[in-house]
């Protein structure tokens, strides 16, 4: 392949120091001619006209593999990269089909609509001038005079899980001929459908096979999915069917694919802080733009496209429409556009929020540029796949930003080149979500009594029947039980929340009301309290108010430089004994159901930039409760001592400041002059003045030395609660680094889990313990997979920390310095080193 | 030993007020079943069996002001209606349909738990009313209500807003349960779509109750039930097992069906003789009128716009009524006529007629000074009536356009 552009620039960048130093990782997936398989003997000339009409003479490997693998009545989930043309591969099986059988039909479920929509366009063409293939989109913006038109004569129907779910399902007899001929269900991107979006997805799925079960049909699927640790499984759950075929080799050609992991270089050794992740991808962007290399770059949020977009346009003065942004919500027309501007030239370089690395179709780029990682690896891996046209050669280059999965990721290579760990979770059988399900049911077709509900064990099955019955849901025939509710089931289901009540988060603009989301009941209270920043869709929002019998936030736009953390006073309790046990290196980890109970007590802003907490704010909310699972570690005694004997501190003398005499005694008269934990008196033993919260967490020392703020304890007292802050400490910063860690391995949002830490833990017999629980009421099943994963994750965080370039704890290791100890780096380390089983020299040796 | 229902509460699972209570005992036909309080007997067929109270009004019987029948012709209704007005015997094919189901949001899971259906014998008016004891009952009466369309020989449904949610509705049951629906080759009567044509102008609702008592003076005894109760009344039945909630709903539906019938030949006579009816109300001649002239029969709109037209009518019916004829009597060429019409309407500030008389003079007249007054008065309205912000906007831009091109054309024909 003759060196291009981009090639030159790429051996620049090896040869340039200031770039090459930071690049971690550079990883070249060699080119490959691709591997083909001739079209099949039965494919309808037409079609094969067509293709070849187009430039195609055979198909990739892959694409007949899933032809075949259909023909055997095969459910098939195909793993393969981005424009490798699995749009292809699951269109032509089911367009025979059709053209053979003209009343067959088949539903393409995307995620979105506007997936569907640059579809429907692409099904258009293989009609080629008869109107043999009818397809149409069915969803919330379909003009109800055409749905007739549709549900009466289409056959091939683009549509959204919630359509399904409220639009189609609960109506299905004005679908009968759609369904009694329902050949197959296309599933795209099935890796979206995770958590409790996914869990409910399943859940539509069993009501829509019992349905095509009373019209006779039995339709085959077709998943596409990007990649992730557990395809076949997670297909299989998705559809509830015990086994499905997996086609997950690439067969579509490419040129010389470069990855690079690039790191920027710190500028504060001490707090660790390293130059912007978008500063250093500006940097890189207009290089590859001066290269003339047309460039896709992929911010995490809309504010950030708006900043990035408006500093390339700054530093190439003059030419706007080199630099575009793509956001959502784009019409085709718009998308048109900037596909035909890419082509001539006149674009060079689009800017786009994560949200759109499904769905855009236009065209291959050169290259990719990821500024911070983007949460998960698939979505990575997609968003890398980008670039990358036909054999020549692509660059793909994720920027790291601070955030402790970003760093642990490049030092960690692997995990996005060699196996992800990622593993798509979810639990269909989450008792919240089945039991809404089984009511939308209930109202599509009654239940027979030997009925049951995909795979549901039949026991529960039948336990949930029952409790349905008793609460007057349904209504319990000689054979059959009856939906009787006053209210239209589906309608008040959200596919992507268990919460019972919601509340809508109302933009105020330019004097009028604009909804832009909602959020359950439960969540309100942390994520939208008054005063709360709300970051959604790539935006920033401020929360003006908060109304509980309206269900209603009102938000205004944010622009400000921080956002919020709710403080939360958190109790936990067992519910039952554990369900899973097991003996660790010097700890017990468990595995069961709790309760928790919260309330925000206040909230804290921290500032973008520095990551560093600007201040605290009382704020009172309701109190709630949460019956979830959890996954927690209880340190043993034998751990514990070890560290406390090990003294892994220095006791540095605090400045206390000048008054600091006068209020010594103002606190001890206060306490008159007794020990307040022992009730020792001064006089038989010197008494100390101990900080509540340490000194070095507040701003100043008159802050720190308030009489609320400090107690008298005795000497000893006072040791053992300097000692409780060092374990303490410790023991935060190894939750920090956990919670941090989990998605790694499960593919979920840092926000699907909530954690907790505990000197003394209620759940732990009052013995240390830190505490991983699910957000979701009966869990999704997160937590059980970190049982299973406790010795890798413990390792990566131990990993993570000792290779971390910060001095005494950084935001992208144990945690912000000045939160409750001193950083706490050296102590988590220990921790952590204690739990992979070092002893202690070895600790001692890593201190040191 | 926590119990299933229990660990729900505590995930959050919301049970509504009523709760879990133990399990109910047994089924309805053990309890206190509907026959204690409604006269009626259990009846069967290959589907299963349900519940069916028959009952027979007299012909002769009054409902409010009216008879229960009276001879009518009934060409006109079946042509506003938009079927075949010459058929044979329409009343003979007619079935006066209502259900009761357990909700109006439609959708698979809701079902019609009573459904009546009246006709007209030789000597009474005949209701079916069809209950299910259970939701199992519904096969077989859907069977049953087969049976008496067939039988009857019934093609034609007359129903109140049925075209769009009662015969749907059943059309639906009638599939979830695998039996052929009666319905599907049949005509529609709705009489609420009649109704809002008729009387929207005059009254405030047009609600079977109120049509009930304002048109046919009949008023209901302290047996009725609201209808938004009824789904409530039933589902108490099913879960409860008491019966007497439910009972009222009978006397509901038989009413609504009887005052369905009556309320059909009412109709039928007025659009008969429109300028003959007693009382005469103006605004209904006047929505008759238009309605004569959407059906085609231009003469006898004109004539009832002609008779009904009156200064004593409320200033907004009188100017659309103005405007309504006016409009006819243009599409016919009978400018002169109209022109008078328009003139009235404006001197009543209504907008419209100046733009008509502005077009007027402009294009079929060509003489645009007598044009420009009548643009200008359109200006001197918008000024005292402003609309809405943008609605004044869009319309002073169109009047300016018009005094722009009137002006226009003028300069032209006086070489300016």
Redesign the interface.
Known sequence: MKPNQLDNLLSQWQKEPTIRENIDHWRISRASMGEYAPFPADLEPAFVEKLQRDGINKLYSHQREAWDAIKRHENIVMVTSTASGKTLAYTLPVIQAIRKDKNGTAFFLFPTKALGADQLDGLQEWNMGENIIKSASYDGDTPSSHRKTIRNEANIILTNPDMLHIGIL?????W?RFLRNLRYIVIDEMHIYRGVFGSHFSNVMRRLKRITDFYGASPQFILTSATIANPEEHACRLIDKSEVTLIDHDGAPHGDKHFLLYNPPIINEDLGIRLGASVEAIRLVSELYDKKVQTILFSRTRRGVEIILKQLRGRKRGIDQSFRAYRSGYLAGERREIEADLRSGTTQVVVSTSALELGIDIGGMDASVLVGYPGTIAATLQQAGRAGRGLSSSCAVLVASANPLDQYLVQHPEFIFDKTPEKVLINPDN??IL?KHMRCA?????FKKEDHFGRLDPALFA??I??L????FL??????Y???E????S?QISLRS????TFILELEEEGRRKIVGEVDEISSYWMVHPQAVYLHGGDAYYVESLDFEKKRALLSRFRGDYYTEALKDVTLEK??EPQRIREVQGAAIFFGEI?VTSQVVGFRRISWVTRQIMDITDQLMPAN???TTAYWIKLEDSLVNTLREEGLWNNDANEYGPTWNAIRKLAKRRDEFRCQHCGSKEGDVLLHIHHKQPFRSFESPEQANRLENLVTLCPSCHHEAENSLRMRSGLNGLRYVLHNLAPLHLMCDMGDLDSDYDAKSTIADQKPAIVIYEQI??GIGLTDALFDVHDQIVRDAYDLVSNCSCKAGCPSCVGPVGENGTGGKEETLALLGCLCGLDREDIRGIIG | MESLADKLRSLGVDFGKKGIKNKAEGNVYKKEGIETYVDGVEIGNNFGTCFLVTTDYPLTESWGDYPVYAPVDHRKILQVSKLDAEQENPLAQMIFMDTETTGLAGGTGTIAFMVGLGFYTDDNFRVYQFFLRSPEDEPAMLAAISGVMEGEGKKIVVSFNGKSFDTPLLNTRYMINGIDSPFAGCQQIDLLHLARRLWKKRLPSRTLGFLENEILGFYRSEEEVPGWMCPELYYSYLREQKAEGVSHVFYHNAVDIVSLGVLEIHMAQLLNNPLKSEPIHKLDQLSIGKLFYDMGDVEKALQLYEEAIDKSLPEHFYVDALMEYAGILKRRGDWKKAIGLWEKAAELDCLNACEELAKYYEHQEKSYETALPWVNRGFEILEKFPQHHYQTQQLNDSYQHRLERVLGKWRKNHGG
């Open positions: 609960p109506h299905h007899t004005r009968e008792l919240l039991l209930a109202f599509e077709l009654p336990a949930l029952q409790v019955v008793d609460a007057g209504f319990e025939g000689r054979e059959k009856f939906w009787i006053e209210q239209y089931t309608g268990t919460s019972e009540s519910i039952g309760m409760e949460l019956r009421p009966g």
